[in-house]
Structures are given as structure tokens and as C-alpha cells.
């Protein structure tokens, strides 16, 4: 069975400082991993995901994820972080059947 | 082009009661899910459809939730007898199908049983 463990509930850092929320999976297949964000009283979007290819893969809000097989980890970073930021982050994994596993959820909160 | 909609967006009901809760999701996606998510946790995927049929029923929690989706579109989730620990919130989500497909999430029903 696959899981998904977000090791942090909680990241405060201030504006402009840079930011990573870990996200580590186990499944004993091949899985796509995709991290979702939910800003204040707003639904889940998608924010980023990993099918193959280059293991790094970057958002349009200058968020990027590395997916490190060896280590089953799918790490959120961004280099500098904006009050707009502010939401919360799910990592998620699904295999071939789609069905979608999420973490627990990292609340992001950057402090001017 | 129209999201996932959701109705009702809240719901309050008294345990021991029967709810419906629909889903539609963006049109054209053969692939519909439901999650439910609880307060401080990340969604909880309970069934998945593609087409008409559940292609996954494994997250259901037990037999007094039940899904439907008869015409490949619109879904209905079934929460029978409710009680207070079905209370969250419960998102649905649409996709293509194909595998790694992103999910489209609605913007969820929020169920209090009492």
C-alpha cells in the first residue's frame, strides 16, 4: 500500500526567506507524486507533479519539487517566499489506478 | 470553462439521518472521486469511478456509504444513519482518467451531523 508522510504540520518563516516543506513516500511500485495547495477558504489546486522525466519539476509561482527515488522523498522548495504564500500543502501519490493518497498537510505561514 | 460543483455547500443534519451530496464534475472527464477530509488532515480518498461504474470502492468506511454515478456524469454520495463522526468535509474531483491525470477538486460539502 502506498502512504505519504509531510514530516512538518507546521513551517512559520518570514518574507522573502526561503522555504522547503518535505514530503516522503512509500509505495513498492513506480508512482506519480503531485503536491496541492489550499489558500484560505479556497479549494485544493494543483500546484505541481512528477510523471518521469527530469526529476525536477517547477510551478509557476516559482515553487519546484525534486523527485530522489533512493531516498522516496518529493521536497517542495521555494527560494523566497511572498505573504501570497500562505495556505496550506498537500503531497499526494497515486499508481496506475488513480486513486489518490494525500499527507497530512504542511501549513505554510510567512510573517512580513 | 465550468469547474467541479458542488451541492450543498453545507449541510447540517441530526445523527441517525440520511444525506445525499452531488458532485459535477468538469464535463467531458470520465474519472470522478471522492474525498472526505477532516479537520487537520489531508482528504481521505473513499471511491473512485471511471465512467459508470466504481472502479474503487476501497476507501469507503463501511456499508452506510454508498456512490452512484448511473449516467457517467453527476455523482451522488449516500451517507445512511449518519453519525457525528462522519462529520467533514467531503470533496469531489474529476479528471480525465488517464494515469498521473491531474485531479480538479470542487470546492467540497461540508457535512455536520448533530
Known amino acids: 500500500a502506498q502512504s505519504v508522510t509531510q514530516l512538518d504540520s507546521q513551517v512559520p518563516v518570514f518574507e522573502e526567506a526561503p522555504v522547503e516543506l518535505r514530503c516522503n513516500y512509500s509505495?513498492?511500485?513506480?508512482?506519480?507524486l503531485f503536491w496541492y495547495v489550499q489558500y484560505p477558504n479556497q479549494g485544493l489546486q494543483l500546484l505541481l507533479k512528477?510523471?518521469?522525466?527530469?526529476?525536477l519539476v517547477e510551478s509557476i509561482n516559482g515553487f519546484e519539487a525534486e523527485f530522489n527515488k533512493s531516498q522516496t522523498s518529493f521536497h517542495l522548495r521555494k527560494p523566497s517566499v511572498h505573504i501570497s504564500d500562505t495556505a496550506e500543502y498537500f503531497c499526494?501519490?497515486?499508481?496506475?489506478?488513480?486513486?489518490?493518497?494525500f499527507g497530512a498537510g504542511t501549513r505554510l505561514t510567512v510573517k512580513p | 470553462g465550468a469547474g467541479v460543483s458542488q451541492t450543498p455547500s453545507n449541510k447540517v443534519t441530526e445523527k441517525g439521518k440520511y444525506v445525499e451530496l452531488r458532485c459535477d464534475p468538469i464535463?467531458?472527464?470520465?474519472?470522478l472521486y471522492w474525498y472526505r477530509q477532516s479537520l487537520g488532515q489531508g482528504p481521505e480518498f473513499l471511491i473512485y469511478?471511471?465512467?459508470?461504474?466504481?472502479?474503487?470502492d476501497s476507501g469507503l468506511p463501511n456499508d452506510r456509504f454508498f456512490a452512484v454515478r448511473p449516467e457517467g456524469s453527476v455523482s451522488t454520495l449516500k451517507i445512511q444513519r449518519t453519525e457525528r463522526g462522519d462529520s467533514a468535509v467531503y470533496l469531489c474531483?474529476?479528471?480525465?482518467?488517464?494515469?498521473?491525470?491531474?485531479?480538479?477538486f470542487g470546492p467540497g460539502t461540508r457535512l455536520t451531523v448533530l
Open positions: 474531483a474529476s479528471s480525465r482518467g488517464l494515469a498521473g491525470d491531474t485531479q480538479y
Open positions: 499526494a501519490v497515486t499508481i496506475n489506478n488513480n486513486d489518490m493518497r
Open positions: 509505495s513498492s511500485v513506480s508512482v506519480y
Open positions: 469511478f471511471q465512467g459508470t461504474g466504481a472502479a474503487d
Open positions: 512528477y510523471l518521469s522525466g527530469s526529476t
Open positions: 464535463s467531458g472527464h470520465t474519472a
